[in-house]
């Protein structure tokens, strides 16, 4: 009993709790700009498997038992060895793929784009791109760290295009360009971080430049419109500029403390679409003004601050390159959303992680932070040495 005792207390010493803080305050305020922006939502009964519900209570309740289980996930990762779960990395990478096949083909999503990026289970839609961001940051950091000795070979160099391009090939055929783009990301900051060397970059950007009046040719003549719309909403302030535009105008029309919380004009009439999802940022700047919207930047702040510290504090390599990859998601995610909630980025619509509404948003980002404290916990348990992987296969 003892030792048992002595063990749940110096494991609990070992858990990172300013990260587990910070996440849980950034959430619950989340939660509370949630609670706000659906107020506009129809008093209109929806049915589920065993009750009825408004649309609002509805939201409110799949967000809240999408928390719990996400801390629960979050904690019970805490005990979890990184280095043993990577010794399953083939396995997780076929149910990857496997995931995003299954939602190619019985998906659903916004039929005016053509999008299918999610799977309805009882009338819950579930989108598995987020557990597959969590899996590929898996298998990609277990890849990177068993080539780290030959690392710039073009074989193994070929080898790690594949094993993202598979991905991101998948993403994109379901139509769900913001999602590519942060698997994208992600595949190049853990590329960076992993040491490859900047000739490659250089060579990628050449391809990337030289191939883009192609790609632009190809596409339709709405996504050109999203693109430029979103670095100049007045280019069509009625269609792909027109969610940014009120975005821009919730926001402003809060000053600098906000007109108060439930109070806002814009956020309570729903006069911005998707105001508890893409555009949860315009709640916080319209209802607690830039005080308000600078208060959603420092927490994420902190928390990617904390993930950098994480990293440099790693047992081994592998533990660094999860903490990038997990650092890189959070990142591709703010920018885009703040940006594209400011009126500087295109709309192409990624959730604010901890504060938009939706369950798989909100259960990947716990368990990227769950893996984040798995590695945390283990900065101090060494084998023979910090760089020994001790599950070589």
């Known amino acids: 009993m003892d030792i048992w005792a002595n063990d749940v207390k110096k494991h609990v010493r070992s858990i990172d709790w300013f990260l587990i803080i ?13 609670k706000s922006a659906t107020n506009c939502l129809t008093s209109d009964t929806v049915k ?16 809240s038992a999408a ?40 998906g659903t999503g916004e039929a005016d784009v053509g999008s299918k990026s999610w799977i309805r289970v009882m009338g819950i839609g579930i989108q598995p791109s987020e557990l597959v961001k969590i899996l590929f940051i898996l298998t990609f950091s277990r890849h990177l760290d068993s080539v780290k000795e030959k690392l710039d070979k073009p074989k193994n160099i070929l080898l790690l295009i594949l094993h993202f391009g598979i991905i991101f090939a998948l993403i994109v055929l379901q139509g769900d360009l913001g999602t590519a783009l942060v698997f994208l990301f ?58 940014a535009l009120r975005s821009i105008k919730a926001i402003g029309s809060g000053g600098l403390f906000g007109i108060g919380y439930q109070k806002g004009y814009w956020t309570q009439h729903g006069l911005v679409p998707q105001q508890w999802t893409d555009f949860i940022f315009s709640a916080a700047g319209e209802e607690f003004g830039f005080i308000g919207a600078l208060l959603v930047l420092i927490l994420l702040a902190l928390i990617l601050v904390r993930i950098f510290y994480i990293s440099r504090n790693a047992r081994n390599n592998l533990g660094s390159l999860i903490c990038s990859g997990v650092m890189a998601m959070f990142i591709a995610h703010i920018v885009e959303n703040v940006g594209m909630c400011l009126g500087v980025l295109p709309v192409i619509g990624i959730p604010l992680p901890l504060f938009s509404y939706g369950g ?22 060494y084998y023979f040495t910090r760089e020994e992987n001790i599950d070589k296969f």
């Open 67 to 106: 928390i719990f289980i996400g801390i629960v996930c979050m904690l019970a990762m805490t005990k979890m060895d990184y280095d043993h779960i990577v010794k399953y990395w083939k396995y997780m990478y076929a149910t990857a793929i496997l995931f995003l096949v299954v939602t190619l083909i019985f």
């Open 186 to 243: 992600i595949f190049l900051a853990m590329c960076f971080a992993g040491g490859i060397s900047l000739w490659y970059f250089l060579a990628g950007l050449f391809i990337a430049v030289a191939a883009s009046p192609l790609v632009w040719n190809l596409m339709r003549d709405d996504q050109r419109m999203r693109i430029l719309s979103g670095f100049n909403p007045m280019v069509d302030p009625n269609g792909a500029g027109y969610q």
């Open 360 to 381: 798989s948003s909100i259960l990947g980002a716990y368990l990227a932070i769950g893996l984040i404290l798995s590695v945390n916990s283990r900065k101090n348990i």
């Open 22 to 34: 910070t996440v849980i305050i950034a959430n619950a305020y989340g939660f509370l700009l949630v």
């Open 48 to 63: 589920t498997l065993f009750w009825n519900f408004t649309e609002q209570q509805r939201t409110i309740i799949v967000q």
